[in-house]
């Protein structure tokens, strides 16, 4: 990414005609960051692209007021975009559907700020979402659940840290 003949970031890496990988794998959400991790155990050279930086504690805006200042919009299809392509988020606007989502290493989780609740079955009797999701809440919310936490490993801020500055 260049910003006014400038790069953006320093390369540190070798020259792209030396970098020869089996697996590519563009993104470094949640999903693509298993899939990465499952082919580079099996054995797999993997690249592991990603639009944006690493976001560090004290990088983040510290209030919702500042946080347009990282943000970038994208008219989808209109060809109209404000921000830059290395802005914290992405909000893409069509005439049906808004999406947002996270530009830099750890993608969705700089959106939901790595929190993680459990879902209350309720929520999946909304028509909104897909049948085959509704179809079987109690797996859904049981093994499906489990399977995530096993691989993810979340666990709770200690009680006996500081206290977080952003809420």
Request: proline share 8%; aromatic share 8%.
């Amino acid at each position: 990414i260049q910003v006014k003949n400038k790069p953006l970031f320093h390369r540190i890496s070798s020259p792209h005609s030396l970098i020869k990988y089996y697996v590519v794998v563009i993104g470094s959400g949640y999903g693509r960051s298993i899939a990465a991790s499952r082919c580079a155990r099996a054995g797999q050279s993997v690249c592991v692209l990603e639009r944006g930086k690493e976001w560090l504690p004290g990088d983040f805006p510290e209030t919702f007021r500042k946080a347009p200042e990282h943000a970038q919009v994208n008219f989808g299809g209109k060809g109209r975009k404000l921000g830059q392509p290395s802005d914290l988020h992405e909000l893409i606007v069509t005439d049906d559907l808004a999406v947002v989502q996270g530009c830099g290493l750890g993608g969705g989780s700089l959106v939901n700020a790595n929190v993680g609740l459990k879902a209350e079955p309720g929520v999946f009797q909304d028509p909104v979402w897909l049948e085959e999701l509704r179809y079987d809440v109690d797996q859904l919310l049981t093994i499906d659940q489990q399977h995530f936490v096993d691989i993810i490993k979340p666990t709770p801020y200690p009680d006996n840290y500081p206290p977080l500055k952003k809420t």
